[in-house]
């Protein structure tokens, strides 16, 4: 099978069942010409191990052959590839499942990452579905990428471009001192009352976006810890804690219960003037996709504590953020 490669895209030769298995394959020759050629690209990097272009190592595929506005009369049929595996890393993807080839009608793609279980549609109304349960352990969180490639028709080189989607949200916090004069130990920063355990993702709209989370399990009573190293240097009087590795991963949602909590401590000339936890309310709306960091500020001593918030468009960018949105108090 010839290979095809792009700068920055991991490429792919899908194998699997004969040309004549299923109608419509196009059965045109050589053989070669036809089989269908897949590239990936992940967007915006993450998080715990970041998911990028060149750390993406496995994914599995669903394809019908069916066009979109003839499902609802004709249901989905048969997926032509079920949850073909692929593993290896850019330029060097390889599957033992045959080889697949292009049909001379529209096609609907379905990639996920391991970490999920699909579920194909349950009827000629529904989409597929994938089903995760967030860790409660936010380092054992994962980066959950999707890809939805809508009414494909082949291609003039014959390779299908799947653009993976981020579809939870990443949080990330930094502090900002009322007063630079005392010295502040920030001891645990914890978010709770946001919903967390077992969810059903469905897909929609097209490359992984729009699609829709239902949440119905439940987030650990203690809730999610922030890991951050309070050692990192002031940059403009706000200290960062925002890493390659430490973000939390939760599910997007509407925020009616859910808060910040912040332990810390306050000190200046041998004397303490603060040393316990203050909170601030969660409102708004967590997006697939989102990159959040909280800016808390800090007083020195009881006053009420403060959030400001940037979204990030480029999960990789640290300098990367929107003029901040009205905060939260």
């Not at 899908?14 to 590239?39: F, L």
């Not at 800016?295 to 990789?316: C, F, Q, R």
Request: with cysteine; charged share 15%.
């Amino acid at each position: 099978m010839k290979k095809i490669l792009f700068a920055a895209l991991a490429a792919l030769a899908i194998t699997s069942c004969s040309q004549n298995e299923i109608d419509g394959i196009d059965n045109g020759t050589p053989k070669s010409k036809n089989e269908i050629g897949v590239n990936t690209i992940v967007k915006k990097s993450s998080r715990a191990t970041v998911t990028s272009n060149s750390s993406f190592t496995s994914f599995k595929l669903h394809a019908y052959i069916i066009k979109s506005s003839d499902i609802a009369t004709s249901g989905w049929g048969n997926a032509y590839m079920d949850g073909i595996e692929y593993k290896g890393g850019q330029g060097n993807w390889a599957t033992t499942s045959g080889t697949f080839y292009w049909p001379i009608t529209e096609m609907q793609f379905f990639g996920y990452t391991n970490d999920v279980t699909y579920t194909a549609p349950a009827s000629s109304s529904a989409y597929p579905t994938i089903s995760y349960t967030l860790p409660d352990t936010p380092a054992d969180q994962k980066d959950i990428i999707v890809a939805y490639s809508k009414n494909i028709t082949k291609p003039s080189d014959n390779t299908l471009n799947l653009t993976f989607q981020h579809i939870l949200t990443r949080i990330n916090f930094a502090a900002k001192l009322a007063d630079s004069n005392y010295t502040y130990t920030v001891e645990s920063i914890t978010i709770t009352g946001a919903k967390g355990g077992a969810a059903t993702y469905t897909f929609g709209g097209t490359e992984g976006k729009g699609g829709n989370w239902n949440i119905t399990g439940s987030a650990p009573a203690s809730g999610y810890s922030y890991t951050f190293d309070n050692t990192v240097t002031a940059k403009d009087d706000i200290y960062d804690y925002t890493q390659n590795n430490n973000s939390l991963m939760l599910y997007p949602q509407s925020l009616t219960d859910a808060k910040i909590t912040v332990k810390y401590k306050t000190e200046k000339d041998n004397a303490t003037f603060f040393n316990g936890s203050k909170e601030v309310a969660l409102t708004g709306e967590w997006t697939n996709g989102q990159s959040i960091r909280y800016i808390l500020t800090l007083p020195v001593g009881a006053e009420k504590m403060s959030v400001n918030t940037t979204y990030d468009e480029d999960w990789n960018a640290t300098d990367n953020e929107q003029t901040p949105k009205t905060p939260v108090l």
